[in-house]
């Protein structure tokens, strides 16, 4: 079992910067692949990025792209989401997920989840 544990989330204006944290318990962090995904009030969870258990393959949803970058220490047991340029479509809260599944950019395969944290974007 895995416990995940976001930070790192708060308000910040339109073009800024924040950076999530990912914290994981136990001694099986390398074997999942590592989810962010986010959702606003009255939307669906959608994916954001993911990144392999390796750290070398990543993927991001259109919208994100060039603008986040997801990255893991796996000494750490830690998942990292730097979003960059933020703009006014970007809050929600922001959740990070694990998944040992091939399919990683739909939220029904991943298994574990952190309660997530709120990203707010000021004009």
């Known amino acids: 079992q895995v416990q995940l544990v976001e930070s790192g989330g708060g308000l910040v204006q339109a073009g800024g910067s924040l950076r999530l944290s990912c914290a994981a318990s136990?001694?099986?962090?390398?074997?999942?692949?590592m989810g962010w995904f986010r959702q606003a009030p009255g939307k669906e969870r959608e994916f954001v990025a993911v990144?392999?258990?390796?750290?070398?393959?990543?993927n991001y949803a259109d919208s994100v792209k060039g603008r986040f970058a997801v990255s893991r220490d796996n000494a750490k047991n830690t998942v990292y989401l730097q979003m960059n340029s933020l703009k006014l479509e970007d809050p929600a809260v922001y959740y990070c997920a694990a998944t040992t599944s091939v399919v990683v950019t739909q939220r029904e395969t991943y298994r574990y989840w952190g309660q997530g944290t709120q990203v707010t974007v000021s004009s």
């Open positions: 136990g001694r099986t962090f390398s074997s999942y692949t």
């Open positions: 990144v392999s258990r390796t750290g070398d393959t990543t």
